[in-house]
T-cell receptor, first 110, second 113 residues
């Protein structure tokens, strides 16, 4: 099955700095790569996604890049704010079935 | 607004009892519902996939007789944790999809005492 690895497990950044989270996947048939933000006690919230036919996508302060050849994708958050503090999960999807990374706890220091 | 409504959000039950969790698709007919379990500070692990009108497909290591899934209609899927034990305490989350995009329920925090 699909194996998604995510790094780092924790990330502390100063407010205003950038945060980068990286993921790799194993199944070349995966074709959809969403990123989720999860706050304590709540379900995951989609923040950005990218499909396998696109290399990069940006939405305001958030961007995602995908390298299909290397089977890795990354999340970039610029100008971080305290409300960006949360757990972030990457995922890879094949036939609508999601495999999640282990998660990254992001802390933005004021 | 919510696309998937999951209830209850929290439940505490005694060891040996059963608990039912419901997920309703509000905006569209969900032929498939995914059920995940998440232990504290861990990732979401897929437990099973329910398909309307047919038997659920369980992931390796998940006991189908313990985690009963019913998907009797296109808008409702249920997960029943039978004979619950403290080790079943976890956060259970359902999701369905529209195209490739997944929509998650709010999650159910189950505590077995």
């Amino acid at each position: 099955g699909e194996n998604v690895e995510q790094h780092p497990s924790t990330l502390s950044v100063q407010e205003g700095d950038s945060a980068v989270i990286k993921c790799t996947y194993s199944d070349s048939a995966s074709n959809y790569f969403p990123w989720y933000k999860q706050e304590l006690g709540k379900g995951p919230q989609l923040i950005i996604d990218i499909r396998s036919n696109v290399g990069e996508k940006k939405d305001q302060r958030i961007a995602v890049t995908l390298n299909k050849t290397a089977k890795h994708f990354s999340l970039h958050i610029t100008e971080t704010q305290p409300e960006d503090s949360a757990v972030y999960f990457c995922a890879a999807s094949k036939n609508y079935k999601l495999s999640f990374g282990a998660g990254t706890t992001v802390t933005v220091r004021a | 607004g919510a696309v998937v409504s999951q209830h209850p959000s929290r439940v505490i039950c005694k060891s040996g009892t059963s608990v039912k969790i419901e997920c309703r698709s509000l905006d569209f007919q969900a032929t498939t519902m995914f059920w995940y379990r998440q232990f504290p500070k861990q990732s979401l692990m897929l437990m099973a996939t329910s398909n309307e009108g047919s038997k659920a497909t369980y992931e390796q290591g998940v006991e189908k007789d313990k985690f009963l899934i019913n998907h009797a209609s296109l808008t409702l899927s249920t997960l029943t944790v039978t004979s619950a034990h403290p080790e079943d305490s976890s956060f259970y989350i359902c999701s369905t999809h529209w195209g490739p995009e997944a929509f998650f329920g709010q999650g159910t925090r189950l505590t077995v005492v």
